[in-house]
């Protein structure tokens, strides 16, 4: 009986390692592709790794004290929330054709992994006989590197589709390189408007379900 009621938590619990596994393997991805889009230097599409692991930094805590203070289940809530904003912000972010609101796009999605990744390990661990927390642990996170092999993969497909050569940009007018540029930064609105429904829907799901509650 105890095993049945901690099955389904567990299932739950792991598909968040899938999750924030994939969000970071789309960067090396997002990163050439940015930089190619707003035509930045090295340094400037490097601010996406910076953008990501400030956010860690300074959200560790917070996090922490989300979960001392109202429990894991709203800490897993709210870091899949904040992470589908982040996501939704590229929509505007590639309309409005700033980098600096696809860096806080950014930010702001790695402050919901840091939420997520703060709850999901030791939650993994503890959902069950303290025995197997170790193999338990160590499932959840094989689930980590399933999408560290996915991500490039499908991430290459749905973002770098419209992707244009540097010779052919070089022989088209301003106007049009500009508009094949923003061409190209636009097809990351419809993969991260996906993602962030889905994280929605998962956080419904969360809510919905009785997760056993750990202190």
């Given amino acids: 009986m105890t095993k049945n009621k901690t099955l389904f938590p567990f299932i739950l619990i792991t598909s968040l390692f899938f999750l924030w596994g994939f969000a970071h393997n789309l960067d090396p991805i997002l ?10 230097t090295t340094v400037q599409a490097t601010l996406v790794d910076s953008a990501v692991f400030i956010a860690y930094f300074l959200m560790a805590l917070p996090a922490g004290f989300i979960m001392k203070k109202y429990g894991y289940k709203t800490g ?6 904040v992470f589908a904003i982040g996501s939704y912000l590229f929509i505007p972010a590639a309309n409005t054709q700033q980098y600096t609101f696809f860096l806080v796009a950014l930010f702001i999605i790695a402050c919901g992994l840091t939420i997520l990744e703060t709850a999901a390990n030791p939650y993994a661990s503890s ?29 290459a497909r749905i973002i770098l589709t419209k992707g ?5 940009l070089r022989v088209m007018t ?4 500009k508009l094949a540029l923003a061409a190209e930064a636009s097809s990351v609105k419809m993969p991260y408007f ?3 429904s889905l994280l929605v829907l998962i956080a419904i799901l969360f809510a919905f379900t009785h997760l056993p509650r750990l202190q």
């Avoid at 197997?132 to 991430?155: D, E, K, V, W």
């Avoid at 244009?164 to 052919?168: L, M």
């Fill in 194 to 196: 996906i993602l962030g």
């Fill in 31 to 40: 990163i050439p592709h940015l930089k190619k889009s707003f035509t930045l």
């Fill in 174 to 177: 301003e106007e049009g390189r």
């Fill in 127 to 155: 959902l069950g006989d303290p025995a197997t927390s170790t193999q338990r642990l160590n499932f959840a996170q094989s689930f980590n590197g399933l999408a560290a092999t996915l991500a490039p993969i499908i991430g």
């Fill in 76 to 81: 897993i809530i709210t870091g899949l929330l």
């Fill in 164 to 168: 244009y050569t540097a010779a052919q």
